[in-house]
Nanobody, 121 residues
Framework: QVQLVESGGGLVQAGGSLRLSCAAS????????MGWYRQVPGKRRELVAT???????NYPNSMEGRFTISRDNAKNTTYLQMNSLKPEDTAVYYC???????????????WGPGTQVTVSS
């Protein structure tokens, strides 16, 4: 099995910064793409950023500039640096990873339980 655990969420004032971390553990042979999504109650889960193993990143236009995704392949960890935070960034942030548990196995997406980010005005 594979587990993802996010950390680093919390309460921050508008204009502040937070750095989220997501560590994958368990039976892992390889991780391809990793990413961050966010969700507020009553709305669809929204893509924040993705990064593939080689380091290529992708952001929706609305996220580019303030958010930076990175990863440490040796630690099976991805990070999300969030700067100039706004109250509308308040959401539960989820980590996702595309994992191959064994060389003979296919790839599966795993999600973390989420971490709350609250930005006060």
């Amino acid at each position: 099995q594979v587990q993802l655990v996010e950390s680093g969420g919390g309460l921050v004032q508008a204009g502040g910064s937070l750095r989220l971390s997501c560590a994958a553990s368990g039976t892992i042979f390889s991780i391809n793409d990793m990413g961050w999504y966010r969700q507020v109650p009553g709305k669809r889960r929204e893509l924040v950023a993705t990064i593939i193993r080689g380091g290529f990143t992708n952001y929706p236009n609305s996220m580019e500039g303030r958010f930076t995704i990175s990863r440490d392949n040796a630690k099976n960890t991805t990070y999300l640096q969030m700067n100039s935070l706004k109250p509308e960034d308040t959401a539960v942030y989820y980590c996702v990873a595309n994992v191959q548990s064994l060389p003979s196995r296919g790839w599966s997406y795993y999600w973390g339980p989420g971490t709350q980010v609250t930005v006060s005005s």
